[in-house]
């Protein structure tokens, strides 16, 4: 879960650090499922969490999977009144198409190219100009570590 680290930040953070409430996860290793992690490393994991408000979301990641590019990276938010994706084009880390979807509709609503990156380094920059010093949300990431501590089954 190297990788897999982002993936669950920003799915907590996204729906504003919600509580979870189950976990469930397969690791594997080689195409093999990993009984005992302690000592193995594995190379594709899948997690179920159980979310409070009776959300459900699953998260896949893998370094070793057989995508045909670079990079396949995705996130899908399904509502009831439709679902919001973003996913990565031709491998990319850094060109992102994100959509808004309903029914059999689909909505491009950013495409690149998008200076997400330098925006990103602005916000940094400006906030350390104008002394903010330590960000009290910061300490979200003992919560993110918790849920990985729970894919692990610790």
């Known amino acids: 879960m190297d990788l897999g680290v982002h993936l669950v930040d920003l799915l907590l953070w996204t729906l504003d650090f919600p509580a979870v409430e189950t976990v469930s996860s397969d690791l594997f290793a080689g195409g093999r499922r ?18 409070s408000g009776g959300l459900v ?20 938010f399904h509502g009831t009144r439709g679902s919001v994706a973003f996913h990565n084009l031709g491998g990319s880390f850094y060109d992102f198409r994100a959509e808004l979807r309903r029914g059999t509709c689909s909505e491009v609503l950013v495409d690149p190219p998008d200076a997400w990156g ?29 849920v990985l501590d729970r894919i692990y089954g610790r």
């Open 34 to 51: 990993l009984a005992d992690v302690d000592g193995a490393v594995e190379d594709y994991a899948v997690a179920t969490l159980g979310l």
């Open 57 to 76: 979301a699953r998260v896949a990641c893998s370094w070793r999977l057989h995508a045909g590019r670079e990079a396949e990276i995705s996130a899908t």
């Open 118 to 146: 330098g925006r990103a380094a602005v916000d940094w920059i400006e906030r350390v100009s104008a002394g903010c010093g330590f960000d009290p949300d910061a300490e979200r990431i003992l919560l993110v570590a918790q």
